[in-house]
């Protein structure tokens, strides 16, 4: 029976991989560098050498290894293809075929945020939990969604897109999906920061924001101070999110709510502003699901990984 796993998260810069024993124990982690040049062509033969080099030095024999779970930025369907990423260059490629022959070991394959949700699930935020939705709040908004511990990935390998659900039909800026008024462009460390400066632009209140870079963190900071501003901006913010929140939850009634990503470092109040507005708009039955801060930050995407190999093979 297989005693280890890898699980591997690709981002734009770098991939980070991780040796883990079946029980999800992380026995050693480490990142290699993502090369996007030449259309992409490096990143899976790179990731297989790594990982053969690493199974080699912890004499780990190819019998004893279940197989590589990997997340990567962009949709990806049941038979392990992806149509691109624009991110790593990539076009259409079948990820799964491409590393097993790379590494010679199983291969499963799915999108960087909801493999992220699985480890949130699995060992963070959402453990013990069988349903579950993750929210990300970073330079954009991820997501993704577990029902009866299983990804929600949908025909496309959309599912679990949350950042792109539409929450202000009346925003005349484009999202960097084409469309107008996404939760990104609201709930990410770039829309707060672009809330912050309208809303600096249109009130005369003073604020400790004039005068200095304006930044999710420092919008969080001056709210913590008991800024005016800043808590009008917070509420914009967690009016929108707490709504979309609410109408997720009607539909896959999760037994917790993660919320993690950089502006999730803001902690408590984040999460109290959030939880506030979420109950104003959720379903009853719906309503007393808790929202928790997500516990794995960076290792998220490769603890997920390893659990979607673990869940394919069986182990």
């Given at each position: 029976m297989a005693q280890y796993c890898f699980g591997i998260d690709v981002g734009g810069t770098?991939?980070?991989?991780?040796?883990?024993?079946?029980?999800?124990?992380?026995l050693d982690k480490w990142e290699i560098k993502t090369r996007v040049e030449e259309g992409g062509m490096h990143i899976l033969p790179d990731v297989a050498e790594s990982i053969l080099r690493k199974a080699k030095d912890a004499s780990i024999p190819a019998k004893d290894v279940a197989g590589i779970g990997i997340g990567v930025p962009g949709p990806v369907n049941e038979k392990g293809e992806i149509p691109c990423a624009v991110n790593?260059?990539?076009?259409?490629?079948?990820i799964e075929e491409e590393l097993r022959t790379l590494s010679g070991y199983p291969v499963k394959a799915a999108n960087d945020a909801n493999v992220a949700a699985l480890g949130e699930m699995w060992k963070g935020g959402g453990e013990g939990a069988r349903?579950?939705?993750?929210?990300?709040?970073?330079?954009?908004?991820?997501?993704?969604?577990?029902?009866?511990?299983?990804i929600v990935a949908g025909a496309h390998g959309a599912g679990g897109e949350i950042g792109h659900a539409c929450v202000d039909?009346?925003?005349?800026e484009a999202c960097n999906c084409g469309g107008h008024g996404c939760l990104e462009q609201t709930a990410s460390a770039t829309g707060i920061a672009r809330i912050a400066r309208r809303m600096l632009a249109q009130s005369e209140k003073t604020s400790v924001l004039r005068g200095q870079e304006i930044t999710a963190k420092a919008v969080f900071d001056a709210y913590k101070e008991g800024d005016q501003l800043a808590?009008?901006?917070?509420?914009?913010?967690?009016d929108c999110l707490g709504r979309?929140?609410?109408?997720?939850s009607c539909v896959v009634d999760p037994e917790v709510i993660v919320i993690g990503g950089g502006v999730s470092k803001a902690g408590d109040v984040l999460i109290q502003a959030v939880?506030?507005?979420y109950k104003k708009y959720a379903f009853s039955a719906c309503r007393d699901t808790p929202l928790v801060l997500a516990k794995l930050g960076n290792d998220a995407?490769?603890?997920?990984?390893?659990?979607?190999?673990?869940?394919?093979?069986?182990?």
């Open positions: 770098t991939i980070k991989c991780g040796l883990f024993d079946t029980s999800g124990k992380v790593l260059h990539w076009g259409q490629k079948c349903n579950m939705i993750l929210v990300t709040l970073g330079t954009g908004v991820g997501g993704g969604i577990i029902v009866n511990g299983r039909p009346n925003e005349e808590a009008d901006i917070v509420s914009v913010f967690s979309a929140l609410g109408n997720f939880e506030k507005s995407g490769i603890v997920g990984a390893a659990k979607l190999i673990l869940d394919a093979v069986g182990s």
